[in-house]
C-alpha cells in the first residue's frame, strides 16, 4: 500500500555561499526544498521530500534528519551550487553566480506515493519543464514556484531572469503559483502586484501568490487579499518566499484563503527572525498570530 502525504515538495538541495553586505561568508546546505520541506512539515502536515544532488558533495540524510519530513532521493553528476552576493542589510539586493546545477527531474524518478499537493520547489530553469507540471496535474494539485523558470545559468555562469517562453501553455496546470513582485513584472510587463496578479489568472493560474517585502498577496479570480509581514528583524532573510508559499499552499488543504494567507504571513514573519529553516511549531505561529495580528 502506498504512503498517503499533504504534499511533497521536489527539488534541488543547493550547496550554498552566503556573503552578507559586511563580507560574512556562510555556507550551508539550502534551496528551496530545504525552506519549503522544514515550513511543511513543522506546520503540521504529512510531509515528503524528493531532491537530487552528487552524495559526495554533501550528507542530505543529515540535513533533513530534524525536518520532520520523509526524505526520498536520488542521486545526481553535480550537486546544484550558488554564491549569494548580498550588497544590503536587508538582503533585498543580490548578485548571485551558479557553482553547479543539478541534473533535470522527471516525473518517473518521482517516490511511488500518494500526495494531496506536488510542490515544485525549483532553483534554476531547467530543473523542470511543463511536461513534468502536466503530469502531476494527473495525480494531484500542482504548485509551483515560478523562480526556477525564470531564473537561468548565463554562459559566465551568473544568473538572470528570462520570460518564461512557455508560460500559456502550462499555467493552465498549476493550481497554485507563486511569485515575488520582480517575477511578475518580468512575466506579464505590470508593476502593479494586483494587476499582474490577473493577468496570471486570465493565462490559466487558478490561485496567485507574490511575495513583497511589505506583505503577501494573493488572488483566486474573484478578490485580492493581502497580510502584512510583520517580522521584528531580517536575518533570516534567505527563505522567505519558499517558507510563505509551503505555508500557504498545506494550510489552504483545511482553511479558506484569509485564514491561509494570515497563516503563511505570519509564520514568515517569524522564520525571518532567526537564520536557517523554520524550526518552531504550529503553536509558535499560532502565538505569533494572537499577539502581532489580534493583539
Not at 501553455?169 to 502593479?192: F, Q, V
Amino acid at each position: 500500500m502506498k504512503k498517503n502525504y499533504d504534499v511533497l515538495v521536489i527539488g534541488p538541495v543547493s550547496l550554498d555561499h552566503n556573503i552578507d553586505h559586511l563580507g560574512n561568508e556562510r555556507k550551508e546546505l539550502g534551496g528551496a526544498v530545504v525552506a519549503s520541506g522544514f515550513a511543511a512539515a513543522k506546520s503540521g502536515n504529512n510531509t515528503a521530500l524528493f531532491t537530487k544532488l552528487n552524495p559526495a558533495d554533501a550528507d542530505v540524510e543529515a540535513r533533513f534528519a530534524d525536518s520532520g519530513a520523509d526524505l526520498y532521493w536520488k542521486e545526481s553528476a553535480a550537486t546544484c551550487s550558488i554564491r549569494n552576493q548580498y550588497f544590503t542589510a536587508d538582503k533585498e539586493k543580490r548578485a548571485c553566480t551558479s557553482m553547479g546545477v543539478c541534473d533535470g527531474f522527471k516525473f518517473e524518478e518521482l517516490p511511488d506515493i500518494d500526495t494531496r499537493i506536488y510542490h515544485f520547489a525549483g532553483l534554476v530553469y531547467g530543473d523542470f519543464d511543463g511536461e513534468l507540471f502536466k503530469e502531476a496535474a494527473k495525480h494531484g494539485k500542482v504548485a509551483v514556484d515560478v523562480q526556477c523558470l525564470l531564473r537561468h545559468v548565463e554562459a559566465d555562469k551568473t544568473m538572470a531572469f528570462h520570460d518564461w517562453a512557455e508560460k500559456k501553455e502550462y499555467l493552465p496546470y498549476i493550481d497554485y503559483l507563486k511569485t515575488d513582485a520582480a517575477e511578475a513584472e518580468i512575466l506579464t510587463g505590470l508593476t502593479d502586484r494586483a494587476e499582474a496578479a490577473k493577468l496570471l489568472y486570465s493565462w490559466g493560474a487558478k490561485e496567485i501568490m507574490i511575495t513583497h517585502n511589505t506583505e503577501v498577496l494573493i488572488y483566486d479570480g474573484k478578490e485580492i487579499y493581502t497580510c502584512p509581514i510583520k517580522a521584528r528583524n531580517l536575518s533570516g532573510r534567505t527563505g522567505r518566499g519558499d517558507t510563505t508559499f509551503a505555508g500557504y499552499i498545506t494550510e489552504r488543504q483545511r482553511a479558506d484563503i484569509p485564514e491561509a494567507l494570515l497563516y503563511c504571513t505570519a509564520l514568515v514573519s517569524l522564520k525571518m527572525e532567526t537564520p536557517g529553516p523554520f524550526m518552531g511549531t504550529r503553536q509558535d505561529v499560532l502565538d505569533y498570530i494572537a499577539e502581532f495580528y489580534q493583539g
